[in-house]
């Protein structure tokens, strides 16, 4: 069994976190790691807003409930603009808890790659394509998460 816990960006707040959780069912994005492990989700929060002051406190509780990797939302990547601080938060957390982070939960929807592609927000390939490819699914997969 393998516990994870997931944190959102502050601006998603009210998501009720339904492509995540379905990800997670379907072992889809992120969650295909655990194609063939049964998961747990210990804990779901807010990083609070910029410059995230939750995740300190939010990793410790996760790690406290067994959280063995903490995935840091698709919401991260795919907002705009993405995260500033996601680098931040994942040195952080891996640091102070001793803690596996990955980038991503759900696929990345077709539409926000799109939009980001024409943006040219991820051109910087060695800073963005290693937070990425998690979450890169094939087109008809991250259509479906539209």
């Known amino acids: 069994?393998?516990?994870i816990g997931i944190i959102i960006c502050d601006r998603y707040r009210t998501c009720a976190g339904g492509k995540c959780l379905r990800a997670l069912r379907n072992r889809e994005g992120a969650f295909a790691r655990y194609k063939d492990e049964q998961v747990e989700l210990v804990g779901y929060t807010t990083c609070a807003g910029c410059p995230g002051g939750n995740v300190e406190y939010t990793g410790e509780e996760m790690v406290k409930n067994g959280a063995q990797v903490i995935h840091l939302a698709t919401g991260l990547l795919v907002g705009y603009p993405p995260c500033p601080y996601i680098h931040t938060f994942i040195r952080f957390l891996e640091k102070r808890y001793n803690v596996k982070v990955i980038a991503g939960t759900h696929p990345i929807p077709q539409k926000y790659l799109d939009m980001h592609t024409g943006l040219g927000t991820w051109e910087d390939t060695n800073e963005w394509q290693p937070l990425l490819a998690p979450t890169m699914s094939d087109k008809a997969?991250?259509?479906?998460?539209?």
Do not use: Q
């Open 141 to 146: 997969t991250r259509e479906a998460y539209n």
């Open 1 to 3: 069994m393998i516990k």
